[in-house]
Every structure is written in C-alpha cells, then in structure tokens.
C-alpha cells in the first residue's frame, strides 16, 4: 500500500475548502513546496536541487498557529515565531517564517517569510507593506540576532 505525502493529505484536505487561509498556510509550509519557492526567489538556490534545499531548511517551517506573548522571547533554535508584537505598533502575525542557510562554502542564514494574499487588490499596496513586514521582522532581530554594537549580524530576508 502506498503511503501519501504530506502535499497529497493537505490537497485533500483543503480541495473543498481551498479559500480558507489555514488551509493554503498549511500548504506552504510543506518543506517541499518551501523548497521550489526558494529555488526560484532566491539566487542562491538557483542551481541547487530541490532536496538539497529542503535539506537547508531548519527545523519546522511556523505557519500563522504558535503564538508568543509581547516581551517573550523564546530561544530560537529553528523555526521562527510567527507573532510579533511591538508595544504602540500593535501585532504582526506572519504567514510562513523560517530559517535558511545557503548550502556551501560560507554559510549564510536567511529568514524566509512567506505572505498569502487572497485578494490582488487588497485596498493598499501589497508592496508597502511587504516594507512594512521587513522592517518589523529586522528590528524583531535585536537581541537575538544582533546587537547594536554590530549591525552587521542583521539577517537577510
């Protein structure tokens, strides 16, 4: 008997509910279908296999369900939060988000976060707030990723 994969479950579970947000964040944060969207958005993956960069992915991708309280900030091993809160700025709950190390030579950690957007037209420019999302998540590295006595250990997106 042939087992399913994970793609194979979530397109059966989500194929009479495919408008439904969980759903499609379940869908990518397959590692596979992670793996073909790198490949083809990020340069240093163009020549790699679609193997050897599901293999770079660490961890678990986090896909919009763990949540963290504002000021609590757990270890990061792999995966990131999802949520994240700044006090006067409100709360910023990412799609997909996870870390990535370029596969040879001088490794290089990225941050990788994905956006689901069900409506091309949203009301505002996607790409402002794509801006927005970036800032956010590079000011989140403080502390954690960096220090303000080296700027230069902030992490690519």
């Not at 599901?54 to 999802?82: L, S």
């Not at 709950?93 to 870390?99: C, S």
Request: hydrophobic letters at 35%; a neutral charge; glycine letters at 6%.
């Amino acid at each position: 008997m042939k087992r399913k994969t994970n793609i194979a479950n979530t397109l059966e579970v989500i194929d009479h509910k495919a408008k439904y947000d969980a759903a499609v964040k379940r869908l990518l944060g397959d590692k596979t279908v992670l793996a073909w969207i790198i490949r083809d958005t990020i340069e240093e993956f163009k020549d790699y296999s679609i193997e050897t960069i599901r293999d770079c992915i660490q961890g678990e991708p986090q896909t919009a369900r763990k949540k963290v309280f504002p000021g609590y900030t757990p270890e990061m091993v792999t995966g990131n939060n999802t949520e994240d809160s700044v006090i006067g700025e409100g709360k910023v709950t990412y799609d997909v988000i996870f870390f990535i190390f370029t596969p040879c030579g001088n490794q290089v950690k990225i941050i990788v976060n994905i956006e689901v957007q069900n409506n091309y037209y949203p009301g505002y420019d996607l790409v402002t707030r794509a801006v927005f999302y970036c800032a956010r998540m590079i000011s989140a590295q403080l502390n954690r990723e960096f220090t303000t006595a080296n700027y230069d250990d902030i992490k690519r997106y």
